[in-house]
């Protein structure tokens, strides 16, 4: 079975820029969050889909947002890009979102703001 | 919200010593998670408690869930260059669907 898979795997933007990443989660998996990484924050949690809806959200500004396609593949866009949205994004997917379900991750998107 | 503390931050070991890694929350748990990361990788889940008291192993590593499932602890017996890496806590609120990740333990261990 493959993987969680994401891409780009790098980019760089530069401010006031957007951009847009791609996670298409493990087979038969429905629910896929994304979380953002930084050496100082640790991971944050920035929203959940479960069957194309938004099932749950972090506290981000309205400039990161997602969808979920009916194949469950997913994208998060971050628009208006700041210095400080520099970071790690991972993707991670599950059976079907609950608590007690093994978060599988994909590699992450290194997105650099200059 | 829920609160998360892991502690230490960072922990650096000679090889062939022990560690450990405390995670505690302010609130009672419905289960925790234990996660690895390695330099340049991705988390990468290690176990599940559930249960109050629960003691699990894999191999050196040991996981315990408190009494009151409010806090959970890793412990790795005999530390290994493969140990290094940052170990994460994640947490279920009772009642809660939503994960809370601990900021981590990063472990160097020096050969």
């Known amino acids: 079975k493959a993987g969680v898979t994401q891409t780009p795997r790098y980019l760089i933007k530069t401010r006031g820029q957007q951009v847009t990443l791609s996670c298409s989660p493990i087979?038969?998996?429905?629910?896929v969050s994304w979380y953002q990484q930084t050496p100082g924050q640790g991971l944050q949690f920035l929203f959940e889909?479960?069957?194309?809806?938004?099932?749950n959200k972090g506290n981000f500004p309205g400039r990161f947002s997602g969808r979920q396609f009916s194949n469950s593949r997913s994208e998060m866009n971050v628009s208006t890009l700041e210095l400080g949205d520099s970071a790690l994004y991972l993707c991670?997917?599950?059976?079907?979102?609950?608590?007690?379900?093994?978060?599988?991750f994909g590699a992450g998107t290194r997105l650099s703001v200059l | 919200g829920q609160q998360v503390m892991q502690i230490p931050q960072y922990q650096h070991v000679q090889e062939g010593e022990d560690f450990t890694t405390y995670c505690n929350s302010s609130?009672?748990?419905?289960?925790i998670q234990w996660y690895k990361q390695r330099p340049g990788g991705h988390p990468v889940f290690l176990i599940q408690?559930?249960?109050?008291?629960e003691v699990k192993k894999q191999k050196r590593l040991t996981f315990q869930f408190g009494e009151a499932k409010k806090n959970s602890s890793l412990h790795i017996t005999a530390t290994q260059t493969t140990d290094v890496g940052t170990y994460f806590c994640?947490?279920?609120?009772?009642?809660?669907?939503?994960?809370?990740f601990g900021k981590g333990t990063k472990l160097t261990v020096n050969p």
């Open positions: 991670a997917s599950s059976f079907d979102g609950l608590a007690k379900n093994i978060q599988y």
């Open positions: 994640v947490l279920t609120q009772g009642g809660s669907e939503k994960l809370v």
């Open positions: 889909y479960f069957s194309e809806t938004q099932r």
């Open positions: 609130t009672t748990l419905s289960n």
């Open positions: 408690l559930v249960k109050s008291g």
């Open positions: 087979s038969g998996h429905r629910s």
